[in-house]
């Protein structure tokens, strides 16, 4: 369990682009990153607005003359410093994506991005050799994937206790995009808009969340081929889907489904994934992520808990307080936070043999996602035909 003593000796310190007061992430990023103690904000450029962006960061008790107007500016002024920033986070639109992972990348910080990791694989695949070459990582905050019961899934398929995996179902259909809400809302506008997403809305913004968790709870597991088909519902939204179903076809012989949505009716959240194999079942749901459903063919069902002694030691490492209390969003960002942090330390202190065995969502992980979005967009202009991976 985690109990707030220091994982590292030294707090890394830290910056921001993006993230500024109009945010829907900015807060996320900071409450996960802060918790631990691993990070220190101490630099950003948190605001198109450089005026605004000032304040904002002054507000956050970062200094003002640190309060940068852009990301070039943060880079040059922290890299001129002796206590310049190590790290920094990218909580910005898409399509901004690429070019500040990049940048920072050239200037020697290590990087926790935003999903997409960018647009194209080309682009995808420059950052993972950058990350390489510089020797910094590239931390995607696939968020719900630090919760402690999607690593107990994990450990159970590992030991066989599924027997082969035969059938994943994915889903993240939420209802909340339903009518054009972006012509109200300037935070959704931009979602919609192929100038600062690329080629998709919800196969991007939500389908690659319950791919991720999948891909970590079966470690190994690789798409072969897919189809895709998708909707635009709401008209204005075209060419962008707000609305696809994908049908996978895995290496290891099992088959897949994916159903993204912004226009399910009455939904929440809708974030699941069931994994079924020969012997037993399981399923996660984001919208009470403390259970997870296991379920074995002739046997009542049984939930099991977050929390609980009778867990995966893996599943229990990170809890932060006892069973029976929620822990949910906050936690697992959390978790993925300070999961960067010791990889970005481990790195910087050479450590191969930590980093061999440490799980985190890298640069890898978000090629994959890319990667998988391109060939659903790729699948779904061709008429909704199979296609290679």
Known sequence: M?????????SLRWGMVGGGGTSQIGYIHRSAALRDNTFTLVAGAFDIDAARGVAFGTALGVAPDRCYPDYESLFAGEAARPDGIQAVSVATPNNTHFAICRAALLAGLHVVCEKPLCFTAQEADELERLSVERKKIVGVTYGYAGHQLIQQAREMISAGELGDIRI?????????HNEAV??????????????????????GDLAT????????????????????????FIASRAPLEDNAYVLMEFSNGAVGSMW????????????????????????????QPNQLRYEVQGEPVRILERGMGYLAPRALEEDRIGGGHPEGLFEAWSNLYRRFALAMDA????????????????????LAGVRWVENCVRSAEAGATWVEC
Request: net charge neutral.
């Open 347 to 366: 790195t910087d202190r050479g450590d191969a043999a930590f980093l061999s065995s440490f799980w985190y969502p890298d640069v890898h992980a978000g």
């Open 2 to 10: 985690i109990n707030g003593i220091k994982p590292l000796e030294h």
């Open 260 to 287: 993204a949505s912004a226009v399910n009716c009455g939904s929440m959240h809708g974030q699941k994934v069931r994994i079924v194999g020969s012997r037993a079942s399981l399923e996660w749901w984001d919208e």
């Open 182 to 203: 972006e012509l109200q809302n300037p935070s959704t506008r931009w979602r919609v808009d192929p100038r600062f997403v690329g080629p998709s809305y919800v196969l």
């Open 209 to 232: 969340h319950p791919l991720f968790i999948a891909e970590t709870m079966v470690p190994g597991l690789e798409v072969k081929r897919l189809l895709c088909a998708r909707q635009s």
């Open 168 to 176: 994943i179902n994915m889903q993240f259909a939420h209802g909340f």
